[in-house]
């Protein structure tokens, strides 16, 4: 069941990233529509990835981003 479950999101990450390169070279309007989707879903990882980071540091307080 959790092979099943990782194969699924390994999946749809490589075929969000084929959206990606192919919507660069002018795909039609899906295959934009679904890079779009994919890259804000980066950067929403990324963003909680930054602040997840940022709780660990402790109550320092220098804020030495």
Do not use: N
């Not at 490589?14 to 950067?43: E, F, K, N, Q, Y």
Request: charged fraction near 20%; hydrophobic fraction near 45%; glycine fraction near 22%.
């Amino acid at each position: 069941m959790v092979l099943a479950l990782l194969l699924g999101v390994l999946t749809l990450a490589i075929g969000g990233c084929a959206c990606v390169v192919w919507a660069s070279r002018g795909g039609p309007r899906w295959a934009r529509a679904v890079a779009t989707v994919t890259l804000a879903a980066g950067d929403l990882l990324r963003g909680a990835r930054k602040r997840r980071r940022r709780g660990l540091g402790g109550s320092g307080g220098d804020g030495g981003d």
